[in-house]
């Protein structure tokens, strides 16, 4: 019994706050000035900025998943930045 309670006590003390993101979007080819904080859930395990030069502009920071962030680093017109710490983005 002692040892289930130790093991649930260190559960809710381990348990790691959510990752938080700055987000915004913009229409231009310039990185967006963030307007707000996000807090990532789910899949979302990084932060990503991303810059879109062609066929469109635009330009955004969000949560999002780490794969799919890596995915616009390769993307042709984009530029991309992915990290997962708080606000590194």
């Known amino acids: ?15 790691g ?11 231009e080819a310039d ?3 963030p307007t707000s904080t996000q807090t990532c859930s789910g899949a979302a395990n990084a932060c990503g900025a991303v810059i879109l030069t062609s066929p469109a502009s635009a330009s955004f920071r969000q949560c999002m998943n780490m794969g799919v962030c890596q995915g616009w680093i390769s993307t042709p017109g984009a530029f991309a930045t992915c990290c997962s710490t708080d606000l590194c983005n």
């Open 17 to 27: 706050e959510a990752l938080k993101c700055n987000f915004c979007f913009s229409k």
């Open 1 to 15: 019994m002692r040892a289930a309670v130790f093991t649930i006590l260190l559960l809710v003390i381990y348990q």
């Open 31 to 33: 990185l967006c000035t």
